[in-house]
């Protein structure tokens, strides 16, 4: 067996060969890392608002019992997330079929849909049927987005960083704490996470933390808040997840429309990835990475936390740039396929 760079890893390791460029093996623990440290940490506060009065400056301490009272919904979201991250782990251990998977994370988001923790913005999302079909389809989009990008040392991890924070920032604007609070938790376990996930990477995200992630990201921005009733805000905040996910999207429909064509086996680890693109223009691989997650913001950008607050107009301009971007990314990803072609 070869040597593993990130010492014991109980089974859980991924060897050299396919399309991930590692030269031997590395853990695949790292998804569990990351759960376990937001759970834990999400769970001691837990705890702490049921058994003793925080220590909490005023300006929060009244948000306490709203806290309390959606405890059950974050319950339930942590609980099918976990659900998601034990897939994934049966996947990293097994390699069982991507249909699989997808079947398992559709019923799962299901699950939460009919829970009520669901879409309910304007007609015809009003509708429960309606606003469940969006709340599955983003879930579940999320969910893969996130697997897919789990392609370079340090990318998923650095990307879900970048939208937990942003994710948090756009929820904090509307006055909300629960969704800010469990991102910013996520967020501080990907941070330590991507110590040892950069190049080289001594552990790996696996399909497990990808699943958990993208799960946990999609469930809490469905969770949160983007417009409130009687208040001067813009409805165009409800926007703000679709900006702040317009790469990892983007990446998610590029690879998949790519597998239809081709009907490899590869799915969804194939060599279409844009961060691939990257590599094979001369890059290297924290380069490739850097560039992708830099991105993020800037797709979003940088607006989607304000977007509550502007008018059709500055919505129009902030869209039209994310938008204008992710035509650039389109552009390469054209230019690179003619080049592949004409070789």
Request: contains cysteine.
């Given at each position: 067996m070869?040597?593993?760079?990130g010492?014991?890893?109980f089974?859980?390791?991924?060897?050299?060969?396919g399309p991930?460029?590692?030269?031997?093996?590395?853990?695949?623990g790292g998804?569990?890392?990351?759960?376990?440290?937001?759970?834990?940490?999400?769970?001691?506060?837990?705890l702490?608002?049921k058994?003793?009065?925080p220590?909490?400056?005023?300006?929060?301490?009244?948000?306490?019992?709203?806290?309390?009272?959606?405890?059950?919904?974050?319950?339930?979201?942590?609980g099918?997330?976990?659900?998601?991250?034990?897939?994934?782990?049966?996947?990293?251990?097994?390699?069982?079929?991507?249909?699989f998977?997808?079947?398992?994370?559709?019923a799962?988001?299901?699950?939460?849909?009919?829970?009520?923790?669901?879409v309910?913005?304007?007609?015809?999302?009003?509708?429960?049927?309606?606003?469940?079909?969006?709340?599955?389809?983003?879930?579940?989009?999320?969910?893969?987005?996130?697997?897919?990008l789990?392609?370079?040392?340090?990318?998923?991890?650095?990307?879900?960083?970048?939208?937990?924070?942003?994710f948090?920032?756009?929820?904090?604007?509307?006055?909300?704490?629960?969704?800010?609070?469990?991102?910013?938790?996520?967020?501080?376990?990907?941070?330590?996470?991507?110590?040892?996930?950069?190049?080289?990477?001594?552990?790996?995200?696996?399909?497990?933390?990808?699943?958990f992630?993208g799960?946990l990201?999609?469930?809490?921005?469905?969770?949160?808040?983007?417009?409130?009733?009687?208040?001067?805000?813009?409805p165009?905040?409800?926007?703000?997840?679709?900006?702040?996910?317009?790469?990892?999207?983007?990446?998610?429909?590029?690879?998949?429309l790519?597998?239809?064509?081709?009907?490899n086996?590869?799915?969804?680890?194939?060599?279409?990835?844009?961060s691939?693109?990257l590599l094979?223009?001369?890059?290297?691989?924290?380069q490739?990475?850097?560039?992708?997650?830099?991105?993020c913001?800037?797709?979003?950008?940088?607006?989607?936390?304000?977007?509550?607050?502007?008018?059709a107009?500055?919505t129009?301009?902030?869209?039209?740039?994310?938008?204008?971007?992710?035509?650039?990314?389109?552009?390469?990803?054209?230019?690179?396929?003619r080049r592949e072609?004409?070789?």
């Open positions: 070869p040597a593993s760079r010492g014991p890893s089974g859980l390791d991924d060897f050299p060969g991930l460029r590692h030269r031997i093996a590395v853990p695949l998804g569990l890392a990351v759960w376990l440290a937001t759970v834990a940490a999400l769970g001691l506060g837990a702490v608002l058994f003793g009065p220590p909490l400056p005023g300006v929060i301490a009244r948000y306490v019992d709203g806290l309390r009272y959606r405890s059950g919904e974050m319950a339930l979201i942590l099918l997330a976990t659900a998601v991250m034990i897939i994934g782990l049966f996947y990293d251990l097994f390699e069982t079929g991507w249909w998977r997808l079947g398992a994370q559709v799962l988001a299901v699950v939460l849909a009919a829970s009520g923790c669901r309910t913005l304007f007609w015809p999302l009003s509708y429960p049927a309606v606003g469940g079909l969006v709340t599955v389809l983003w879930v579940v989009g999320l969910t893969n987005a996130f697997t897919f789990d392609n370079i040392d340090g990318l998923a991890a650095g990307v879900g960083l970048v939208a937990s924070l942003l948090a920032a756009a929820q904090a604007q509307m006055g909300g704490l629960f969704a800010p609070a469990v991102l910013l938790v996520l967020a501080g376990s990907l941070g330590g996470f991507l110590v040892y996930n950069r190049d080289p990477a001594r552990v790996f995200l696996g399909d497990s933390g990808g699943g992630i799960f990201l999609g469930a809490m921005t469905v969770a949160g808040t983007y417009f409130r009733y009687g208040r001067d805000d813009s165009s905040g409800v926007l703000s997840p679709l900006l702040v996910m317009a790469v990892p999207l983007y990446e998610s429909v590029w690879v998949f790519f597998w239809l064509r081709e009907r086996n590869s799915f969804p680890r194939n060599r279409r990835h844009f691939y693109r094979e223009s001369g890059l290297t691989p924290p490739a990475v850097r560039v992708v997650v830099s991105w913001p800037w797709a979003a950008g940088l607006g989607a936390p304000l977007l509550h607050r502007l008018d107009l500055g129009l301009l902030v869209v039209g740039q994310s938008a204008c971007l992710i035509g650039v990314l389109a552009i390469l990803e054209t230019a690179s396929i072609r004409a070789r």
